[in-house]
């Protein structure tokens, strides 16, 4: 049978054979895993930006299976995540099903990594990285000089800017830093 793969009959005008395969790869079911249409709509428009060769559609049809079942155990979003990541980091690489699917491996296991972490404690900061703690450490220099002004400046600063005063001494307690010493108590408690 020409033109017939196990998806049926495609049409032989040159582009709708893609799209059809698409449509009928979206009736195929895969035991309740990510819909393979779907699969198949975005791993086509992943190839898109590479080299298609002129193969028959067999084979095609042959190939979008493998993707399918390669990808299959992976919801859209990681599946989304995935393609995007190899557009932005593999330009001029066309992609196969193992090099997406590790993809897809190694961004779910951070994920389940992340939600299985514990929430760190205050002022835990062994999960940050390197740039969150270079910003992390010039918050903290910028609320130590604010909060350092001299006792009648601070007065002013704090009926001035309450909220401001407030959050310095809240994120400083967050993250265990000391107060400078030349602040009253009674005015950071009355934060």
Aim: glycine content about 4%; charged content about 30%.
């Amino acid at each position: 049978m020409e033109n017939q793969g196990m998806m049926g009959p495609l049409s032989k005008e040159p582009g709708a054979q893609h799209s059809e395969l698409v449509n009928a790869m979206s009736e195929k079911k895969h035991n309740d895993k990510t819909d393979a249409g779907w699969i198949a709509g975005r791993i086509e428009t992943l190839l898109s930006h590479y080299f298609q060769p002129d193969n028959p559609v067999e084979v095609f049809e042959s190939a979008m299976d493998d993707w399918i079942s390669v990808l299959e155990k992976y919801p859209e979003e990681i599946i989304e995540h995935a393609c995007r990541f190899w557009v932005r980091n593999f330009q001029s690489k066309r992609p196969t099903p193992a090099a997406i699917s590790s993809i897809c491996q190694t961004h779910r296991d951070n994920q389940n990594r992340r939600k299985s972490s514990s929430v760190p404690a205050r002022g835990e900061r062994s999960h940050l990285t390197f740039d969150e703690m270079e910003s992390l450490q010039r918050c903290l220099e910028i609320d130590r000089k604010w909060l350092s002004t001299k006792r009648d400046r601070f007065d002013e600063v704090v009926f001035v800017y309450p909220e401001l005063a407030r959050h310095a001494v809240q994120f400083m307690r967050y993250w265990g830093e000391p107060l400078p010493p030349d602040i009253p108590q009674e005015l950071i408690d009355g934060l």
